[in-house]
Structure formats: C-alpha cells, structure tokens
C-alpha cells in the first residue's frame, strides 16, 4: 500500500460518529517517506475547514516553532491521532482514537520516521504511555521499536498560556540535538 492509497481509504472512512459532521479528512502533509513526525489530536475548526493539519493560530505557531530548529511540512510530515474534527475541540473520544489509530499505525509504517513528536498530552497518552503527563513528562525522550519519540506542549497550549514557553524552546533545542544524532545527515 503506498500513502496515497491509504489517505484515499481514510477519506471514505465512516467508523466513528466523527464522519458525519466533518467537512473534510485530516489526513496529513509533508514529504514521503518523512524521517519526522509530528502528531497530534485532531483536527480543529480551521483544519476541518481546510483539509491539512495545523491551519489555524496553533499551527502558525506550530510553523514558527519549527522555524526555530530549521524544520517545515517540507521536510517533516505532520498529522494527528484522530483525522476528523471532534465537536467543539473537544478531546478526542477513547473510541474515536481507536477508530482512527490504524491509519496512524500505517501512516508511521508507510513514511518509516526515525522520530516522532507528540504535540500535547493526549498524543503522548495514546503513543508514549498512559499515564504520561504533559508537565511533567514534555522533553524526554523515550525509544519504542526503534523509534525515538518525545512530547512537546501542544502549540494551542502555548496560545493560552505563554508561561509555557521557555519550557518548549528547551525542547525544540533538545529535539535538534535528537535529530543531528539519530539523522547525522538531516541537516546537511
């Protein structure tokens, strides 16, 4: 199956509750295969509008924040748990996540990264590990199957509150480091 393949099965998906009031998939931008990736829990109002994830404020600041550290959906792929809009931007449902983790599963699978960064804590639950905690736990770094994998403040978190964002320079400063160890050659 190559990605397209799969983005195409997603956009006829029908699963989840969550398919009746989207307007378009979230299935995910940047290159293929990706040695990064982003992920994160949904989709918000401006990205169900749009189709492509981190549209709206969050997602500039997301673009910014990537900036820093010499990274775009040019040479990264960005994506989240869930492909459609929950309500309200509420959290993602435990059964709209289930719903919707084989197509991440494949999406990781198909673009064979070498990194992945959870944006905010309900990524990291559902990738890391349950009991993860945001404040306590963003900027460390654990490795699953080969994959090295840490969380960063979700960038709308970093909208409310900016008190947050020393702590999400670190991290980025650290996720270069990763990178430049793990992809000796990403940089050039």
Known sequence: MTLDELRQQCL??????LAVTRHHVVFGVGPDPS???????GPGQQEDLQGEPFVGPAGQLLDEMLSIIDLSRRNCYITNIVKCRP????????TEQEACIGFLR???RLLQPKILVCLGRIAAMRLIEPGFRITRDHG???QKGGLWMTALFHPSALLRDVAKRPDTFR?????QAKIREV???FYG
């Open 12 to 17: 006829a998906c029908q699963q989840c509750p």
């Open 35 to 41: 040695p990064i990736l982003f992920v994160g829990e």
């Open 87 to 94: 309500p309200h931007n509420r959290d993602p449902l435990e």
């Open 106 to 108: 494949q999406q990781t």
């Open 140 to 142: 460390r770094w654990y």
């Open 171 to 175: 991290d980025l400063k650290g996720l």
């Open 183 to 185: 992809l000796p050659d």
